[in-house]
């Protein structure tokens, strides 16, 4: 961590559906940002769309927010001196700041209808001009606006851009130069009275003092508008007076390279919550997409990520989303970064309902507990871990049938019934004795234990695959495993 800074960052999604992982790395590179610099992160909800946003989307924002461990150190759930931070209950500065705008010429009222607008873009488009707006009502006389008026329009205010272009360093592509014929002037009221995202985003980013705007490269082409705009609310006095830096994060692509668009299902945070993805997994994951720790390595802690975290070193090349990395990095991290108890505890809620098929009486800690060391090492998400563990549960195994077929061919019979016997006398009941027992079984019949085994496997846990068997045996118990291989041989001999 360097030096405290004033740098000030905030993470200012709206709530419309559910969070996806494109918000969510944002989020993250603001907050590694700050937190590396020793700054500060504010949370900010951009509800003024009443038509799109939903209070259930904003309580899944702030839900997402604890899970995935983001302590903004102001926003709707925390306060701050720049409250409230959520803006629907902001509208009476945004009409200040338009009316104030209006007051000193930085912006005007547009009378222009959308058909009249359309027409004028066809217009220019066919004649080869630039077809954004065009400036008519940069200059209304009174006459002209008391007709319009008499016709009963109502105008939208619009932001009267500078004549000149607008110059920015930004932190992830470098200088970008934007000329004015490219940068028409823009609505930031609409007819009704209603502030939109070009205007309420800058104000209360000029307002919360925000040093550092980084966000997606989708918005790359309001950063001009925004900048223009930042200079003028300095002029009125509106905020610290300063412009933040920019800083756009890389497309983000999916299947297909396409961009991984809110409606593509990896995209849900959702999933990676429900499949049991850790969330401290999920973000290392969403790290790389655009930035690196270092050469060959990618597994990494948020402490790790914070200490290293630099908004200039990070890729301006659009970023390719990679489901099967994503939980390969979940793996690894479930294997190497939890100790035995933190993860015993993570799978919690994947050994209850509803998640898991067995009654909680039904459910053994302490069997789970001496199996769970075997299953760190071979769970990708945590959700694995029932079908893992659930023949220790229920009180049948599995019936997949799928699985009985390949085990029990023709000569399976004859194996399980020997290892019936030797394991019934074990003297002891160890994971040792009971491999060594099937290992002659096997012999006896001229099977390799792999072979010998796979009928007791199935037998027992009902499934061809699972964790290693003796030791499942073991914690299972004798009396349990000798009447499961029996009633394997009940249905094999009927
Ligand atoms: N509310 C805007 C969005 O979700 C924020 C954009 C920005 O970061 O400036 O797209
Ligand atoms: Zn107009």
Redesign the pocket.
Known sequence: MTSPSTVRVRF???PTGNPHVGLVRTALFNWAYARHHGGTAVFRI?DTDAARDSEESYTALLDAMNWLGFDWDEGPATGGPHAPYRQSQRMGIYADVAARLLDAGHAYHCYCTAEELEERREAARAAGRPSGYDGRCRTVTPEQRAAYEAEGRTPIVRFRMPDEPVTFTDLVRGELTFAPENVPDYGIVRANGAPL?TLV?PVDDALMEITH?L?GED?LSSTPRQIALYRALADIGVGGGGVPAFGHLPYVMGQGNKKLSKRDPESSLNLYRERGFLPGALLNYLALLGWSIAEDRDIFSMDEMVAAFDIGAVNANPARFDLAKAEAVNATHIRERLTAEEFTAACEPWLRAPYAPWKPEQYDPAAFAALAPLAQTRVTVLSDITENVDFLFLDEPVADEKSWQKAMKPGAEAVLGTAREKLAALPEWTAEALKEAVQTAGEEHGLKLGKAQAPVRVAVTGRTVGLPLFESLEVLGRDRVLARVDAALARLTA
Do not use: A, D
């Open positions: 200012c999604p709206s951009e995202y985003n705007v966000r918005l």
